[in-house]
């Protein structure tokens, strides 16, 4: 078991992407998912994809317990609609 410090992931809100290379690639990936569903993919499959792919890479890079803690915050957050789109919810 490592004594190091656990790294903390810390990511910008939303508001803090215009200035940062966050936001391009955010449009990068938006527009890859348009035309990934353009071309036919069922949206559930990109999700399980995408979240796939985000959390073996922060795994790799910040390892299990600082991606769980992270995830753990990420859950409240959608739990209390930060990620809810006006017009949609289920």
Not at 56 to 75: C, P
Request: glycine share 4%.
């Amino acid at each position: 078991m490592s004594t190091l410090p656990t790294p903390v992931i810390d990511l910008p809100e939303i508001s803090d992407m215009a200035a940062d290379d966050r936001h391009a690639a955010l449009t990068y990936l938006n527009d890859a998912w348009v035309e990934a569903v353009r071309e036919g993919l069922e949206e559930d499959c990109l999700v399980q994809a995408a979240l796939f792919t985000a959390l073996r890479s922060l795994v790799a890079t910040y390892g299990e317990k600082a991606s769980a803690e992270y995830v753990a915050r990420v859950a409240e957050r959608v739990a209390a609609g930060e990620y809810t789109v006006v017009g949609r919810s289920h």
